[in-house]
């Protein structure tokens, strides 16, 4: 049974830092993308980052570009999400989600919710100013 389990939220002032993780059970994600959805009260699911753990690919929002780092340790079927220079506007619910790996450049399809197949329970993350 593939599972995900999404943890590490909390709550940090601005300017703070966490990090969240994302361990995979049930299935070796090598050849997956992996990538991390965050849902803000009152708003749609937005993709803010991946990586495809097999060759270290990655890809980011705008919005995360410069603060936010992912990495994955393959040997542990884990992937990190290192948040840095948190703001208010960063509260969300934290999902990670992953999908076999597609064709074309990640940066096409990496963020793409409908592309996900299986998704982590989330994880909230609360940035207070």
């Known amino acids: 049974e593939v599972q995900l389990q999404a943890s590490g939220g909390g709550l940090v002032q601005a300017g703070g830092s966490l990090r969240l993780s994302c361990a995979a059970s049930?299935?070796?994600?090598?050849?997956?993308?992996v990538a991390w959805f965050r849902q803000a009260p009152g708003k749609d699911r937005e993709g803010i980052i991946v990586i495809t753990p097999i060759d270290g690919n990655t890809h980011y929002a705008d919005s995360v570009k410069g603060r936010f780092t992912i990495s994955s340790n393959n040997a542990k079927n884990t992937v990190y999400l290192q948040m840095n220079i948190l703001e208010p506007g960063d509260t969300a619910v934290y999902y990670c989600a992953i999908v076999p790996r597609l064709p074309g450049p990640l940066r096409l399809w990496g963020l793409s919710e409908p592309k996900y197949d299986y998704w982590g329970q989330g994880t909230l993350v609360t940035v207070s100013s």
């Open positions: 049930g299935f070796g994600f090598d050849d997956y993308a």
